[in-house]
């Protein structure tokens, strides 16, 4: 049999899972290669970021070096962005090499998408990567050291007034996160004049807050977010934002915090020849996960268009792109062995959302729950899902350091 070579475009949950499946079906197998192209050396566990950017854990308990799942020597590992993809001759280019492919993965995921909002990408925070959560972090940490300078009230509340756009589920975990690290870590060092001057404000451009959640967990989620002392405006589109605030339904709002978290898009790679597009900018792929006129390409996670049976475009989640990774893998195995394709078939297996203080609400399999209760089977969850052992325990010793004490206030 001759040599095989597979890349994997991207080291996040879909190509780092599509990777470790492969590893345990090619089973060291001496004809397959694979190389899987990454901008970052590791591997980001996204759901977690929020609590970066708020104190509760550290940067590097979040990532994971990709080396570390290269499983076999004929498996290698190369930093660096893709900047086109020769589709019809199965080449892929970075800016410093190329090389040939026989099987081509493509998961680099999404980017933030400031929907062409004047300003916002300027003006914006963002949390996609880990630069992101340090920075807003970094920045919570100045601002109030800034404001803990300035006697006018009414000048420092402007500067206290922390802005998420965006009430999905990271703007709502954000904001909560966010309330707890503000108001109470740095009640410690601080006087309670001051952190009495701090908001939190959640503006959402719909009349409810996650609203891929069901109605009643909705309604609560607005009402403990709201007890819990995060403001919320709803019916809200944020059409401007400069360096000292945003606009929206002709009002504005003071602030020098803005985070932009209303929504992603696909990112962006060039092909030659172009190829099909869905018209939210995703790859058309069919139910194997190939591309549409390529059947030796296969896209995954949030760049994928992949559909459910009625038409809906399946959510980009981490939850999603694991599941595509199994099917992917064992789809190009399949392909190699001349056998029959499995289709990808999505079922929604549940969502949790942490609301902070002990709080969180989530459905799971139709079964509604709220609650501390709930909060503590998120955290579990989430700590299940952090790949190794080690990033589990140091994740967890956060968690419990937290509860006891303050969290870390220091500048990174
Ligand atoms: C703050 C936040 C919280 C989230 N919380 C949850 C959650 O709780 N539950 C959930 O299910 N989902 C969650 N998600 C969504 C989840 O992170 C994504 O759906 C998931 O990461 C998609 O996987 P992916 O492999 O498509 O992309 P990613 O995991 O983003 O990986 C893409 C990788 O490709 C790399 N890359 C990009 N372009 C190129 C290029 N040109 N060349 C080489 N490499 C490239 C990127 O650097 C990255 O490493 C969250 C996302 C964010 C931002």
């Known amino acids: 049999m001759k040599p095989i070579y597979i890349t994997i475009v991207g080291g996040g949950f879909g190509g780092i899972y599509t990777l470790k499946k492969f590893n345990k079906i090619f089973n060291k197998n001496s004809n397959i290669h694979i190389t899987l192209v990454s901008e970052n050396n590791y591997f980001l566990f996204t759901p977690l970021l929020h609590e970066v950017a708020t104190g509760g854990i550290n940067p590097q308990n979040i990532i994971e070096p990709i080396k570390k799942f290269l499983g076999s020597s004929l498996n290698t590992l190369y930093v660096g962005k893709v900047t086109n993809i020769d589709i019809k001759n199965s080449k892929i280019e970075t800016r410093n090499r190329y090389w040939d492919y026989d099987y081509l993965v493509l998961a680099p995921g999404a980017e933030t998408n400031f929907f062409n909002t004047p300003g916002a990408e300027e003006n914006c925070f963002t949390l996609k990567s880990l630069e992101d ?45 966010l309330e707890e690290f503000l108001k109470q870590t740095f009640l410690r060092y601080y006087t309670k004049d001051l952190i009495d001057d701090i908001s939190v404000v959640i503006i959402q451009k719909d009349s409810e807050l996650l609203v891929q959640l069901s109605k009643p967990l909705r309604e609560k989620s607005l009402k403990i977010l709201q007890k819990n002392g995060v403001e919320v405006i709803l019916n809200a589109l944020v059409n401007k934002v400069t360096k000292d605030g945003i606009e929206f339904n002709n009002k504005s709002l003071k602030t020098n915090t803005a985070i932009w978290v209303a929504g992603v898009k696909p990112i962006n790679i060039s092909f030659s020849p172009s190829i099909s597009l869905e018209n939210n900018g995703r790859l058309k792929v069919n139910q194997y996960l190939q591309l549409d006129q390529y059947s030796n390409v296969y896209a995954l996670g949030d760049i994928s268009g992949a559909k459910e049976d009625n038409g809906i475009f399946i959510p980009m989640l981490a939850q999603v792109a694991t599941r595509e990774a199994n099917i992917v893998a064992e789809n190009i195995k399949n392909q190699i062995e001349d056998k029959t394709l499995k289709p990808f078939i999505y079922k929604n297996i549940g969502t949790l959302i942490s609301l902070g203080r002990w709080m969180a609400v989530g459905e799971i399999s139709h079964f509604i729950m709220s609650g501390h209760f709930t909060w503590f089977v998120w955290r579990t969850i989430y700590l299940s899902k952090l790949i190794s052992w080690q990033k589990k325990v140091k994740v967890a010793i956060d968690w419990t350091i937290n509860i006891f004490s303050e969290r870390d206030i220091s500048k990174l």
């Open 133 to 177: 959560a340090i920075k807003i972090k970094n920045h919570c940490i100045t601002l109030i050291d800034k404001a803990s300078f300035i006697s006018s009230r009414e000048e420092r509340k402007n500067i206290l007034r922390f802005v998420i756009i965006g009430g999905g589920p990271t703007g709502v975990e954000l904001a909560s996160e």
